[in-house]
């Protein structure tokens, strides 16, 4: 299946934010969207899950709701790996062994990845994929 998913290996995380979802940007703008909660593991740590609802309300003049603790050494690490399970379990790894994982659901889309030129993937309910190739512009 890893032939139809995007390469985001080597690609930096520069953005992430927390809007009822975890999403992570790239330097070069690609993104990865966790509808579900996903679980962050950091070696030597045993894994946390991450709920983007237990967040800090917002402030006065913010758009998002600060990044929670776990999740802020990320900003800045490269991926090393993104795989798709056959099952629709999305793990991304990160060049200091640290991960990023989310099962797909069996009632609502678990994660998406996008990138600049229009390409998608959606893991839709029970694990399907729907894919969307890059514009042709």
């Known amino acids: 299946m890893e032939t139809m998913i995007p390469s985001y ?25 966790f509808e579900a909660h ?13 709920d983007p609802g237990d967040s800090p309300d917002l402030d006065a003049g913010e758009d998002y709701p600060p990044v929670p603790d776990a999740l802020t050494p990320l900003i800045g690490k490269t991926i090393r790996a993104l795989r798709v399970s056959d099952g629709g379990d999305l793990d991304v790894s990160f060049d ?19 990138g600049p030129r229009g390409e998608m993937v959606v893991c839709m309910p029970g694990g399907k994929l729907a894919i969307w190739g890059p514009r042709d512009d």
């Open 96 to 114: 200091d062994d640290c991960r990023l994982s989310v099962k797909s659901s069996e009632f609502h889309e678990a994660w998406q990845l996008s």
């Open 9 to 33: 290996d080597g690609k930096t995380i520069e953005i992430i934010r927390l809007d009822g979802s975890v999403q992570l940007w790239t330097s070069d703008n690609w993104y990865i969207h």
């Open 38 to 50: 996903p679980w962050l593991t950091v070696p030597g740590t045993s894994p946390v899950q991450i």
